[in-house]
């Protein structure tokens, strides 16, 4: 039998006792599957008293993780601290410094020093994984990296952060309005007590980064991202939504367009036939676009212990088995600069939703504003939701809901200053962009 | 830089000819991914002078690919030839046994002689790779082998059949009869003029067979397949599927149960709010449950010619950065006798739909032969289909549709023969598994 890989892993959590507890029950097949056992030889976590279920006699007890991260006896380090710095950040740059390959789940870390550390990784000839990052236990790393090496991919996108998909899920299913559903995500533990890190985009933008970065080629650059939010989604939009043949997911997409790569993160509509539409719940999924392909999707859990224990298993597997890929999919030497494709150009159909004063010629002026941005209208409604044949004593604004040809960010934006200066409407316009597919 | 990965492929069809495009058009990424070039260096097929698109002045033409397959000047060998039979399966053990490494799309071929290939890949330590020959472009052979290498998996399974999948979602979209949808197939190329082996289901029980075995570690096994097509499914099983919330899919299935592994193809019905379910025209899908997680569902195109072709070169580009894992996953010495589970103890729900004759005590004779099976029934209905209030004149057989719970396939069986007995059924009853998701 060849020699076992020796694992040294810091963090013990909900993923990693799982990790301990995934390798001790898999032991025989996962030494089958790579041709040589995997040891956990020694842990690292915050405190060594605290009940994991684990038997922790079993396990080599080491204080420091920077101390683990380059103990001799260990080959690879696995890193389930989270933190984008330190000590996940000193060790993980330890480790590979002295020759260990790497397997770590933490996105935060990955979207900041993620180019640097792959470098350090390719210098010391090092495996550097991190399928657990994105997408939970979803092999969507593998498939981008490795299962579609000759692809050229146009398009990726997906449902990236599972506590906005169980908001939205929600709101869409029973009807109940986005802090009521918000309080319900955090009852269950699907939403942290300060949601803002979910509910804002900037979980899924981390993520889409790396994901960009693997399909494109394209350095990370959290920053050329686009950033949008779910607070502003009403109960209102998403029955506009069903009523039009779409539902509203926070999408992450990663786009190469003639003028770069656009990175954006927002509620969008999609088609209620497409495959993501479908997802309901904490479930996260991806779509690829390739040349000449029809698109493929990978659908499943985002995130829970076992299924993020399964990716980073996975990850040290491969390790196991000597697969050494580029961490993100290409030489770091060979990724390019990501061209920002600016927001303001991004081409697509609109949904938009306005409270328009019922006055005389309202409809006529809003029209006008959209025709002088060249915006043609796939369709326009103005009526309340409802029962039709309501009492019409009561006069307030009406709902106005515009849907758009493809048409430019620039236009739309505007068109809708030009209906607010003519004091046509009431309140803020509600503007939901619609992803083809 | 390293040495070019020299490939030498056998068969120019549409998915040959589109791997040739691809590795040309994609070179430099694939250079950068892998580490090396990928170079085909020559190509065999049937017809030299064939227009297929491609420059054939720039490929060495070798007439023989048993010559091909062992020509020196080649690392790995392409076989896109297909046939269970020679010249693939000599040409790629020759193949093996000159020490170079085989990628293969020939499900049939696997089927039959996968295992003893694999351990002729494994003696000569070289790669068996065959992504192409399952889902076309969907990467679910490297997910089973790779990517959840640590998961214990209790069941896969998926549309695996895009012409079954295309004629029953035509079926149910257009309410037209089965022999129009397969005569549409026919036309549009998806369905061959002879189209037995998909729709009776043979083409999906081989792919199931190596998904089984990468999903099990057992040795494939073809025969241990029950199998039924769906040229029995009319129109009025689509409409009280849509009725009861499910949709009909030729599903592929294999499970693990106490009794063995069960596998099996056929028509099932699958909730309508379930991924799979969702999967409409010649699309394929899989889902794989795995214990302690929920369900992973991959979505993608099952054939065509860039789909396949990109699965082929994402081998081939395995092999050019020397990743080498057993072909089933295990080493073939691993895999285990597969324990059949018999059939007639397939445990589930079951759609039963009989025409009944229009005399008093049907009914409840039906109901008396399942009691009598100790058959528990989730609903029965007893209507003609569409608008009702149609004229009473017409008492023709009425049909009863019947939802079982959880139920053995052999009480079923007893329980509708002894309802034929009864001479109270016009015709052979239908019926259709129900599988949980």
């Known amino acids: 039998m060849v020699a076992p890989l020796k694992v040294g892993l810091a963090g013990l959590g909900t993923v990693g006792a799982s990790v301990v507890r995934l390798i001790e029950r898999q032991r025989d097949v996962l030494s089958q599957r790579c041709g040589r056992p995997i040891e956990i030889v020694a842990v690292s976590a915050r405190s060594r008293g605290k009940d994991r279920g684990l038997d922790m006699r079993k396990l080599r007890w080491v204080a420091d993780p920077m101390t683990l991260a380059t ?45 640097a550390l792959a470098a350090l990784a390719e210098k010391h ?15 969507i790393i593998k498939t981008l990296r490795e299962g579609l090496a000759g692809n050229a991919i146009t398009r990726i996108y997906g449902i990236l952060n599972g506590t906005c998909n169980y908001i939205l899920s929600k709101m869409e299913q029973e009807k109940l309005s986005f802090d ?31 994901l960009a970065s693997l399909a494109f080629g394209t350095r990370l650059d959290p920053k050329a991202i686009y950033v949008e939010g779910i607070t502003s989604i009403d109960t209102a939009d998403l029955e506009w939504a069903d009523e039009l043949g779409y539902r509203i997911k926070l999408l992450g997409v990663a786009v190469k367009t003639a003028k770069g790569i656009e990175q954006r993160v927002h509620p969008t509509m999609v088609r209620k ?3 993501i539409a479908q997802v309901m719940g904490v479930t996260n999924a991806v779509t690829i676009d390739a040349d000449g392909i029809p698109p ?9 212990g076992m299924a993020t224990a399964s990716s980073v298993v996975s990850d040290i597997a491969d390790i196991a088995r000597g697969l050494r890929a580029p961490p993100f999919g290409r030489p770091t030497a060979r990724l390019t600069a990501s061209r920002k494709a600016p927001m303001q150009r991004h081409e697509g159909g609109y949904y938009i939703r306005l409270l328009a004063k019922d006055k005389p010629g309202t409809a006529a002026t809003i029209a006008r504003r959209l ?12 009526r309340h939701l409802g029962p039709a044949g309501g009492s019409s004593e009561k006069r307030g604004p009406v709902p106005v809901i515009l849907v758009t040809y493809a048409t430019s960010e620039d236009a739309v934006r505007k068109a809708l200053a030009a209906v607010k200066r003519d004091r046509v409407i009431s309140g803020e316009p509600q503007l939901i962009r619609i992803e083809k597919n």
């Open 71 to 115: 103990d001799p006896a260990i080959d690879t380090f696995v890193e389930l601290m989270g933190g984008e710095g330190d000590p996940a950040h000193s060790s993980i740059t330890a480790a590979l410094k002295a020759g260990k390959s790497v397997v770590t789940a933490n996105k935060a870390l990955l979207a900041r020093h993620g180019v």
């Open 371 to 382: 025709a002088q941005q060249s915006i043609s209208l796939e369709s326009i409604v103005q």
């Open 180 to 210: 009521a559903c918000l309080k319900e995500a955090q009852r269950l533990g699907y939403a942290e007590a300060d949601p803002s890190f979910d509910i804002e985009g900037h979980d899924a933008a981390q993520k889409l980064s790396i």
């Open 273 to 275: 036939d497409s495959p």
């Open 296 to 304: 493929i999707t990978l659908v499943g859990p985002g995130a829970g």
């Open 125 to 139: 000839r090092v495996a550097l994984n991190f399928e657990a990052a994105v997408c939970g236990g979803i092999p």
